[in-house]
């Protein structure tokens, strides 16, 4: 009877246990695991199908999981630097619990694998922008003029800016989007608040810190780039408008010019049709807040 009840208590332990999985989302990244003898999947196909159903299983259990990004050159000096041999499970175990502490994670909720891989590796991107972006921002150091510290101030500066943005926009969603043109790549940073009716806007704290670092590396190295926002309320049309970033002013795009970047197919250069249902406008007003600081570095 023990022996039951201690059975019992221990099976409904496991089900307050929240658990990672580490995936390997792309074949070559799969190929590279192939190497260790311990790793049990040559397709890797199959291999997605059976964390597929290892998912649902665990969900149909009650039980929380998330599922991170194994990288194979991270496992591997991850290992080079814990002292731990590559082919174990052991050391692939302790690997993903460091994922799940310190790597990009989405949450398992039911979605079909098809589409929590675009949200996992969308996650891994915004994170590396992020953690870029931060690196750029601290090596900047001082004004030779003022001894400010430009990476601070730029933060500052950028979050100013946000603010502004999301306190003049109109009830709704907003979708936001930054892009900054720094060598070698173009950083984007994406924002997306559900906005009630009435009251403030609520954004998510991470994005948000991502968001307002890539506008910052922009201001602080006076770098090209630009903001689109796209604001969306029942039953009426979604505005588009946007603004070009001038050192660490916001200058106001006309309708004509969102309307060229909205209808214009990036690589080709070929108009596309734009979208019905939308207003492609000049942006609201954000006063004296967007006319920068007069200060250069």
Do not use: K
Request: aromatic share 6%; charged share 25%; with cysteine.
């Amino acid at each position: 009877m023990a022996h039951t009840q201690h059975h019992t208590m221990r099976r409904v332990l496991r089900r307050e246990i929240a658990g990672t999985i580490g995936l390997l989302t792309d074949e070559q990244d799969f190929r590279a695991m192939r190497r260790y003898r311990t790793f049990a999947f040559d397709d890797h196909t199959t291999y997605l199908q059976q964390v597929e159903a290892l998912l649902r299983t665990l969900a149909a259990q009650g039980s929380h999981t998330t599922v991170a990004l194994f990288d194979p050159e991270e496992y591997a000096e991850f290992c080079a630097e814990s002292g731990l041999e590559p082919d174990a499970p052991a050391s692939r175990t302790r690997f993903t619990a460091l994922l799940a502490a310190n790597g990009p994670t989405v949450p398992y909720d039911g979605q079909p694998l098809d589409q929590l891989v675009p949200d996992l590796v969308d996650e891994a991107v915004r994170r590396a922008t992020w953690e870029y972006a931060t690196t750029l921002l601290a090596r900047i150091g001082t004004c030779a003029t003022c001894g400010e510290d430009i990476g601070r101030a730029s933060f500052i500066r950028a979050a100013q800016l946000l603010t502004r943005i999301v306190d003049t926009a109109r009830p709704g969603d907003l979708h936001l989007v930054c892009s900054v043109s720094t060598a070698p790549d173009t950083l984007v940073a994406v924002l997306r608040a559900e906005g009630p009716a009435e009251g403030a806007t609520r954004l998510d704290e991470s994005e948000a810190l991502e968001f307002t670092t890539v506008l910052a590396l922009g201001i602080a190295t006076r770098s090209a780039g630009g903001l689109v926002m796209r604001t969306t309320t029942p039953d009426t049309t979604d505005h588009v408008y946007g603004w070009r970033l001038r050192g660490d002013c916001l200058e106001p795009l006309t309708a004509a010019e969102v309307f060229d970047a909205y209808c214009t197919d990036v690589e080709s250069g070929d108009l596309v049709s734009p979208e019905s249902g939308v207003d492609y406008c000049a942006p609201p007003d954000l006063g004296d807040e967007a006319r920068g600081t007069g200060h250069t570095h």
